[in-house]
């Protein structure tokens, strides 16, 4: 072999070596909490949230693509009084019974430089699928401080029009159709 040869193939080792390829994040349900946001009776806007998350997230920060699985327990819902958080279980709403999980699935990552920025993907709930674009916002990544893991953080955020599910009840006076959700997510790397 030529000493030219030799010092190709080793400049492309090297070279290889700080492409960045596709890295697996799973979401630690501990510190990524759904929340939602909705508008009763045209007056104040009440909260909830879901304590049951679980999902991956893959990146490729090099080449600018990423998807994204994220299943939330809709029986894991809780909001400031039992009575309502049962009544939002119930079959007017989350019917979590028949439905137990609400499902994202996103195959389009956009980024902006090295972070992503928006995902392009579907919303499954009470088994039906839409469209649902989220905002990434406040995405970095660095060490657990305990693992001493990587991981990577961001806020996620869509509004949904709960009708298009099928999440009709208290339609138009008591609850409102628009639901804005946000997302606080951290994924250790696999």
Do not use: W
């Not at 009084?81 to 137990?100: C, E, I």
């Not at 949904?160 to 009840?169: E, H, K, P």
């Amino acid at each position: 072999m030529t000493a030219l040869l030799r010092a190709l193939l080793c400049a492309l080792a090297v070279a290889s070596n700080g492409v960045m390829a596709e890295e697996t994040y799973v979401i630690d349900g501990a510190h990524t909490v759904p929340m939602y946001e909705i508008r009763h009776m045209g007056m104040s806007l009440q909260r909830g949230f879901f304590t049951n998350t679980l999902g991956r997230v893959t990146l490729d920060r090099g080449a600018k693509t990423g998807s994204i699985q994220v299943d939330i327990g809709t029986g894991s819902l809780l909001t400031a009084s039992r009575v309502m958080s049962d009544v939002l279980k119930g079959v007017g709403y989350f019917n979590a019974d028949q439905f137990p999980t609400m499902r994202y699935v996103a195959r389009d990552v956009v980024f902006d430089g090295d972070a992503p920025v928006r995902a392009d993907g579907e919303l499954t709930l009470l088994g039906v699928t839409r469209p649902v674009p989220l905002a990434i916002a406040d995405f970095h990544c660095g060490e657990q401080f305990l693992t001493h893991r990587p991981m990577c953080a961001a806020e996620v955020s869509a509004t949904i029009r709960r009708s298009d599910f099928g999440m009709t009840a208290g339609l138009p006076a008591a609850v409102a159709d628009d639901v804005r959700i946000v997302i606080p997510v951290e994924a250790l790397r696999q």
